[in-house]
């Protein structure tokens, strides 16, 4: 149990273009999901935290506008990364938190990833 | 001073050995702590999870927490080389989920 899924798991695009990446809790509820980057070497970064039905809530420095978040539904979540450019080419994952087990709050799984390269 | 402190390695030991990887904290406000693996290019797995002081064992895995010393580890006993992987550690409050990583440590376990 608690998988959660992320699709494309790589994407190619060109400078300018926008990609949408999506994230999805394949066999559990998830209220809240997270997304982070990640460069080589590095922790994950978190960028925003986004609950279901309503807007997400990003963290310092990170660009509303730049990377959408929805959360449509209680099982995906979606990041869009618009007019995208060479410096977003990054590593970015998502995670979501299962609230069906006991304890469970504060667990979080995490998608395998996307790797983004703006060319 | 970052909130959560762990050594980025690397660290390299022969198979079987017993591995201990540590995170300090600052905050006595985290209430839940975690270890993550990272392979190379992949999402981070949750391996562990606890909430109170002592220590709570699965399979080769043990996971230590010490609140009063804001200290936490991880200990992987009879380690094999698919154990090489990049560990997170990550603590989180007792009212938010926002999860607060450490570096990493980069584990290489050779055969």
């Known amino acids: ?119 | 001073q970052k909130e959560v402190e762990q050594d980025p390695g690397p660290l390299s030991v022969p198979e079987g050995a017993i591995v201990s990887l540590n995170c300090t904290y600052s905050n006595s406000a985290f209430q839940y702590f975690m270890w993550y693996r990272q392979y190379s290019r992949k999402g981070p797995e949750l391996l562990m999870y606890t909430y109170s002081s002592g220590n709570k064992e699965d399979g080769r895995f043990t996971a230590q927490v010490d609140k009063s010393s804001k200290y936490i580890s991880l200990f992987i006993r009879d380690s094999q080389p698919s154990d090489s992987a990049t560990y997170l550690c990550a603590m989180v409050y007792n009212q938010g989920g926002k999860l607060i990583f450490g570096q990493g440590t980069e584990l290489s376990v050779k055969p």
Not at chain 1, 5 to 13: D, E, G, N
Not at chain 1, 78 to 88: K, W
Not at chain 1, 92 to 99: G, K, Q, T, V
């Open chain 1, 1 to 119: 149990g608690a998988v959660v899924s992320q699709h494309p798991s790589r994407v190619i695009c060109k400078s300018g273009t926008s990609v949408k990446i999506e994230c999805r809790s394949l066999d559990f509820q998830a209220t809240t999901m997270f997304w982070y980057r990640q460069f080589p070497k590095q922790s994950l970064m978190l960028m925003a935290t986004s609950n279901e039905g309503s807007k997400a809530t990003y963290e310092q420095g990170v660009e509303k506008d730049k990377f959408l978040i929805n959360h449509a539904s209680l099982t995906l979540s979606t990041l869009t990364v618009t007019s995208a450019h060479p410096e977003d080419s990054s590593f970015y994952i998502c995670s979501a938190r299962d609230f069906s087990t006991a304890g469970g709050k504060h667990e979080q799984y995490f998608g395998p990833g996307t790797r983004l390269t703006v060319t």
